[in-house]
């Protein structure tokens, strides 16, 4: 039977003097600022004044506006897309408009006899 290696307890248990010290992370743009966050995009640490958060993300500034210039072209292929179905609901309604026009002629061409009941006599008479 092989014993397995002692499990090192947890951080939080580690008494002060044996733990390893954590390196102070630095913004990339002001060496002398601490780092506060990483940015989602490009995953490099920024200070305050150089990360901003848009929809619960750190971004960068650079990053940011990477993310805008990209919804703002997908909101004018949106804007296109909005014209087509516009194009298509007016299409649809115009030919709706030009059948029922059509079928109007066409029950308004049938002759009255028709409507009476008297045309089916007229033809099959002995």
Do not use: N
């Not at 600022?33 to 150089?50: L, P």
């Not at 500034?61 to 805008?68: D, I, K, L, N, T």
């Not at 309604?93 to 030009?98: G, K, N, T």
């Not at 308004?108 to 007229?122: K, L, R």
């Amino acid at each position: 039977m092989t014993m397995s290696p002692p499990i090192s307890p947890p951080t939080s248990v580690v008494p002060p003097a044996q733990r390893r010290p954590t390196p102070e992370r630095r913004c990339v743009r002001h060496d002398s600022r601490e780092a506060v966050g990483r940015c989602v995009g490009c995953g490099a640490g920024f200070c305050r004044e150089c990360i901003t958060e848009h929809a619960g993300k750190l971004y960068c500034a650079p990053c940011f506006a990477r993310r805008a210039g990209a919804a703002q072209k997908g909101s004018r292929q949106r804007g296109g897309e909005k014209r087509r179905a516009a194009l298509l609901t007016t299409g649809s309604l115009l030919c709706l408009l030009v059948g029922f026009y059509l079928l109007g002629r066409l029950l308004s061409a049938v002759p009255p006899d028709f409507h009476d009941g008297t045309i089916w006599q007229e033809e099959f008479t002995p």
